[in-house]
Each structure stands twice: as C-alpha cells, then as structure tokens.
C-alpha cells in the first residue's frame, strides 16, 4: 500500500480514551503552527492552527497546545474514534508567505478496539 | 464544490523520460506550492509561486520544473535530471501564509 513515514513513531491507544501527539519544533521566530492529519495515500488534512500569541485552542474534540519556552507542540485528542488512525504532523513558519513551513515527520496514531 | 484537484493519481515514468503532474485549484488561492514527501521525512518544498507568472525554488528544486500561467493551475514538471523521482508529490495552495491547503496527491514511481 502507500504508507506515509513507514518508520515514523507510533501511539496507540485504546478506542475513546483521549491521544496526545507531541511535536518539538525548530525556530523560536515561529508565529504560526498548524497540525495537519494524513490518511494513507491520501493529501494532509488541516485539523487546527495556533498562532504564538495564544497558548491553546479548542476545536472540536480537538485541543492544541503551545509551549513556546519549550518550544513544544501538542495535539490532544478526546474520545479517540476509529476514523483517527492516521499519520499526525505540525508545522512551523514565519515570514509572510508559505515557503517558510517547515513539517514534522509526524507520528502515527493507531486507534486499537 | 471548492478544493484543489491533482491528476494523475499514480504516474509511471521511464528512464530519461520527463513527466509532468497536474495541480488545479479553485480557491482563490494566489499561492500555491510543490512539496515532495518521503517516508519517515517532512514535506520538503520544491517550488512556490506567490503570483501569476512569477515562481521561487524551495529546498529541493534541482531536476524540476514548474509554470504559473493561471492563477488556478501550477504544473511541475519532473525532469529527466531528478535521478530519484519516486516519491509522493503534494501541491498546496494559501492565502499569503494562512493555512495551507492540499490536494490529495501523485504517486510517482520509476518503471
């Protein structure tokens, strides 16, 4: 099949417990992140963004989180549901126009039943 | 019904053979980028185009090529000088640096 990253860190976990997937990222000037969720063979999908003026925000069953001293990313997901098992990656950029991303491996999250 | 489409889904090429890969968007979107993904590695850029006639080399732009005669189309072009072309080819496009959006991608693979 087509896998995207076939030796990229994995979390499972049980179906309805919540995931927390973690990215460190790279440049302190970062004012803009994005996680993206990819399925196998298939284009990333935009699931939330933060900008570095905030330190969370809510979507719906999903929560991201910004440690900016740290400089650590994370996606929390609640009541994890079969239809979440996929590749989950962030991204970075500054500057004003997009050729400034920068994209995580990712991390593949197996929901297990 | 709003997106970006890529076509073909799976592209074959022959040695010394260049190929070119289709990416359409009816966003809006004046930005739009070429990103070579591999696995177990990040999306790395391989060009960009903020405007209409007018593109920009990412990090690995040697061995492609790309034109942006419409705000809508962004076509790149794998040349036979990219001596390892197999790789899954993803086309985004934004407004400025909001998010970007992608297409659902080209599986390229050398025959």
């Known amino acids: 099949g087509e896998s995207v990253g076939l030796h990229l860190p994995t979390l499972s976990v049980q179906e309805g417990d919540n995931s927390i997937i973690n990215c460190a990222y790279s440049n302190s000037a970062s004012d803009y992140f994005i996680w993206y969720k990819q399925e196998s063979g298939k284009g990333p999908q935009f699931i939330i963004d933060?900008?570095?003026?905030?330190d969370k925000r809510q979507g719906q069953r999903v929560t991201v989180l910004l440690n900016k001293t740290v400089k650590h990313l994370s996606l929390q997901i609640a009541a994890t549901q079969p239809g979440d098992s996929a590749v989950y990656f962030c991204a970075e950029t500054t500057g004003d126009y997009g050729q400034n991303f920068v994209f995580g491996p990712g991390t593949r999250l197996s929901v297990l039943p | 019904d709003g997106g970006i489409t890529q076509s073909p889904k799976y592209l074959f090429r022959k040695e010394g053979q260049n190929v070119t890969l289709s990416c359409e968007q009816n966003l809006n979107h004046d930005a739009m980028y070429w990103y070579r993904q591999d696995p177990g590695q990040g999306l790395r850029l391989i060009y960009y185009?903020?405007?209409?006639?007018?593109?920009q080399k990412g990090d690995i732009a040697e061995g492609y090529s790309v034109s942006r005669e419409k705000k809508e189309s962004f076509p790149l072009t794998v040349t036979s000088a990219q001596k390892n072309p197999t790789a899954f080819y993803l086309c985004?496009?934004?407004?400025?640096?909001?998010?970007?959006?992608f297409g659902p991608g080209t599986r390229l693979l050398v025959l």
């Open positions: 985004a496009s934004s407004i400025r640096k909001e998010t970007q959006y």
């Open positions: 933060i900008r570095s003026n905030m």
């Open positions: 185009s903020q405007i209409v006639n007018d593109f």
